[in-house]
């Protein structure tokens, strides 16, 4: 959005962003109006497609208080530092040892971040924060456990030169006509394969979401609830329904039409336990598909 | 591989192979933090959610991210939950101490007909006092948040803490290390959370139905029938409250994790008091004669009382030798676990 035009959209709500910035409580940390309008007006640039009727709604959305603490903290403010210490220093750790599950890199990772939430880097007289890209539109811990994950994941990603940081077992190449002992081998898992992925795609990308939050990343239910907006036990009861109907799915799909018996789709599985040559991200990421 | 005989954890296997095999590395345009941050917020709209999860459904960077401020969150909110329980406690505890006191001084008041400033536990038991046990093997420790002092005193034994000493102790551990390990949380938690509880006001009456006092009190004051029992936290020899007890006969038991889990009594009576003379060993005893034991496991096992009058405490050396007081001041002594009792000296 073009900074007049964000300009232009706060003069229109002057007494609304009067009472933010009276809520926020700016002033203790020497923030001023002009200031806080500043901060919004970022926020909104970042926000090009927010239409006119809804500039209202959404500067109600914004977390006043967090976004005018960033503001200060960028400016250097000394009371809003020390706020921000106060508030968030052994916050940022804790997550720190939460996210590494080490005490001395999660103190390093936090140090780190602390430094560049900071900013120790001037240009053009200006202090270059990472507090710039927080827009208010979340609370500031969210935003600060985000880039302390983001940051970590990339970091151990770089450091383990692996494309991805799970254990994923080695992507083998199909073996060849001339080694494998089961001539159906092959067979089997290219049939298991299109009926896992047909089943995967019927599936909202919620229900793959928490099958890999549960699967892959081995979260608690109440930590897939967190991040799902469920509850536990909801969590739970999708997770297994989710389940038995990939199962049911694949299984009818081999039963019915490929016309397996029980003995050949306990195979399918066994030889897909060993390896796993094909690739789902097509059938993860494609869009739902109905069934017919 | 061997075939697997248990379909379930075979489908479980290959779903999460697949899982695995089927998301990018990392997705196209994975969106910024901020949009990650609102999302995990709900301050994204329904477009906007479907957008971000329909990408998030197919990037193992953006899920392990997520994942990531998962473990951060529940961290921030135990962490809050133990600040917070460790913050109220210096508040509760002296609630509790201040209303004791009004309630001793009350119960004086209608006893003696004037008023009289609140006394120490000891000035109230200057009655008839429970004699030591005439054996001090091991040790054996009670609290009694009614006030009641110990019926034994061993050698080795934790004494009964004064309400007010114990409020005191409580607020300077509490001060002393707000963000201690959590042992030291977990052995404050026996006492009742809110003093306004029902729970609590029961802990702070003195308990009656001593007609010559064992106690300090007279008669009982009408005004105990309408309140309920008071809850029992019982130390082993270590001094960690390894039970505590309500008075409606549930009994729980302090676990190695920190928590708490019910064990069943078998009675429904009103239980009084109870003694621990080590850390597996448990007697408890109360109205009706009643009087339990555990020795380790979840079970409790009813011991054949010596008089089926109220009994209101217990002081015991271990699981065989023990001491009863009825709430007449007759005192029972056994030393082969209950099967017989004589009056003690």
């Known amino acids: 959005m073009p900074p007049e035009r964000s300009a232009e959209l706060l003069a229109r709500h002057q007494s609304l962003i009067q009472r933010l910035y009276d809520s926020s409580q700016a002033a203790r940390w020497g923030l001023s109006s002009a200031q806080f309008v500043d901060a919004l007006r970022q926020t909104l640039d970042r926000r090009p497609d927010t239409a006119q009727n809804d500039i209202e709604d959404f500067l109600k959305s914004l977390r006043a208080g967090d976004l005018a603490l960033a503001a200060a903290c960028r400016l250097g403010l000394d009371a809003a530092w020390s706020e921000f210490i106060d508030r968030y220093r052994a916050a940022l750790h804790g997550a720190a040892r939460a996210i590494v599950r080490d005490d001395v890199r999660a103190g390093e990772l936090a140090d780190s971040l602390y430094a560049d939430l900071f900013g120790l880097e001037i240009r053009a007289g200006m202090r270059r924060s990472l507090l710039q890209y927080y827009d208010g539109r979340s609370s500031l811990m969210t935003w600060l456990h985000a880039v302390l994950a983001r940051r970590a994941i990339d970091g151990f990603r770089r450091e383990r030169r692996l494309a991805s940081i799970e254990d994923c077992p080695p992507v083998s190449e199909p073996a060849s006509a001339t080694d494998p002992p089961d001539p159906d081998r092959l067979r089997y898992l290219s049939l298991l394969r299109e009926a896992l992925e047909s089943a995967v795609r019927e599936l909202t ?14 979260l608690t239910l109440k930590q897939i609830g967190l991040l799902l907006d469920e509850h536990e036990s909801s969590v739970s009861r999708r997770l297994n329904r989710s389940r038995k109907m ?23 599985y066994d030889y897909a336990a060993q390896e796993w040559p094909f690739d789902l991200t097509a059938a993860l990421t494609a869009p739902q598909r109905s069934r017919l | 591989m061997p075939r697997s005989s248990k379909p379930d954890s075979t489908f479980d296997r290959v779903l999460e192979r697949g899982l695995q095999a089927g998301r990018a590395r990392q997705a196209a345009d994975c969106p910024a933090e901020t949009d990650i941050a609102a999302y995990c917020d709900r301050s994204s709209n329904a477009a906007q959610r479907a957008a971000l999860e329909a990408h998030f459904a197919g990037c193992a960077r953006c899920q392990t991210t997520l994942a990531a401020i998962a473990r951060a969150r529940t961290e921030r909110d135990g962490t809050a939950a133990r ?8 508040l509760y505890t002296a609630i509790a101490a201040a209303l004791a006191g009004i309630c001793v001084a009350a119960g004086l008041i209608a006893v003696r007909g004037h008023p009289v400033m609140p006394q120490t536990n000891s000035a109230l038991t200057s009655g008839r006092q429970p004699k030591p046990m005439a054996r001090n093997q091991g040790a054996s420790a009670q609290i009694a948040l009614n006030g009641s002092r110990p019926a034994a005193e061993s050698a ?11 409020a005191a102790a409580a607020r300077s551990m509490a001060q002393a290390e707000p963000e201690s390990a959590q042992s030291q949380r977990g052995e404050l938690l026996p006492l009742p959370a809110a003093p306004a509880s029902p729970s609590a006001k029961r802990a702070l009456v003195p308990h009656s139905a001593s007609k010559s006092g064992a106690f300090g009190f007279g008669a009982a004051a ?23 007890v309500d008075a409606d006969g549930s009994i729980e038991r302090r676990q190695a994790d920190g928590s708490w889990r019910r064990e069943r009594s078998g009675v429904r009576a009103v239980l009084r008091a109870g003694a621990a003379p080590s850390s597996d060993t448990c007697w408890v005893v109360g109205n009706g004669g009643t009087i339990l034991r555990t020795t380790g496991g979840a079970r409790w096992r009813a011991i054949n009382p010596p008089t089926a ?9 271990d699981a065989s030798s023990a001491t009863v007081t009825a709430a007449d001041g007759r005192r029972f002594h056994t030393d082969d676990g209950g099967r017989t009792w004589h009056p003690a000296d």
């Open chain 1, 205 to 218: 990308p919620r229900d793959r979401l928490r099958l890999s939050y549960y699967y892959l990343e081995d």
């Open chain 1, 246 to 268: 990939l199962r049911r799915r694949v299984e009818g799909n081999l039963r019915r039409i490929q016309r397996l018996s029980e003995d050949q789709i306990r195979l399918c």
């Open chain 2, 83 to 90: 600040r917070t329980a460790a913050h109220r406690w210096p």
């Open chain 2, 156 to 166: 080795n034994a934790a004494s009964a803490v004064p309400m007010a000493d114990q």
């Open chain 2, 222 to 244: 009408p005004i105990e029938r309408n309140l309920a029992p008071p809850i029992i936290a019982i130390s082993a020899p270590d001094g960690v409250v390894r039970w505590r």
């Open chain 2, 309 to 317: 009058d109220d009994l209101v405490a217990v002081a015991a050396a």
